[in-house]
């Protein structure tokens, strides 16, 4: 979008009826591609909330109120009764899984667990993130481990630029049923990409 506007931008410059000799019209084109330079740079690295964009998916769902997409649905409402957050099965090792569309590189994760009950249910989960889909992107590498998120409460795990398309939160070594109330990814490309 950025490439796109500089390149109208920068014609509709060079093209316009005050800017008739050549010697300004080199000077425009100069001065808009700087511009148009610092632009791409300062968004290229400025972090923004991925999860809006992405394809979220998870092992099963527990009910019509428990989908995947209720994590990036941009509400972080903790009650489960709201229909804005999700729900598996009681199944083995559990995981709800982002799909980026591209590699990024992955500052940090802001998670919304439950908060009308059983808070403890997302102790010990695991964050990956990588560009593997192996046993369904649950080996990719680790980010950070949830100790525990009091119910309701959010809290944000850092993860130092760690590239990956694929952003998992599963429960290891257990049966359980895993629920986000909210996954805020935040993050910027890892290179540019035409979509
Ligand atoms: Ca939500």
């Not at 923004?48 to 992405?54: A, F, G, H, V, Y």
């Not at 099965?89 to 802001?110: F, G, T, V, Y």
């Not at 599963?170 to 979509?195: A, Q």
């Amino acid at each position: 979008m950025i490439k796109y506007c500089c390149f109208v931008w920068t014609k509709e410059s060079i093209l316009h009826p005050a800017v008739f000799w050549p010697k300004y019209r080199m000077g425009m084109m100069k001065l808009s591609a700087l511009i148009c330079v610092f632009l791409m740079f300062m968004v290229g690295n400025a972090d923004e909330n991925l999860s809006k964009r992405c394809r979220p998916t998870q092992s099963s769902v527990y009910d019509y109120r428990g989908h995947a997409v209720n994590a990036v649905d941009g509400n972080p409402d903790p009650n489960y009764s709201k229909s804005s957050c999700t729900a598996t099965q009681n199944d083995m090792e559990p995981w709800w899984r982002a799909d980026l569309l591209s590699s990024h590189k992955i500052h940090s994760i802001r998670i919304t667990n439950r908060g009308d009950c059983c808070p403890q249910r997302l102790n010990g989960a695991e964050i990956r993130i990588g560009d593997s889909l192996d046993n369904n992107g649950n080996s990719n590498p680790k980010c950070a481990t949830i100790s525990s998120i009091g119910a309701g409460h959010s809290e944000t795990f850092h993860c130092n630029g760690m590239p990956g398309r694929y952003v998992n939160i599963f429960i290891p070594r257990r049966r359980e049923y895993l629920t986000l109330c909210e996954v805020e990814i935040f993050g910027n490309w890892e290179r540019w990409v035409d979509c």
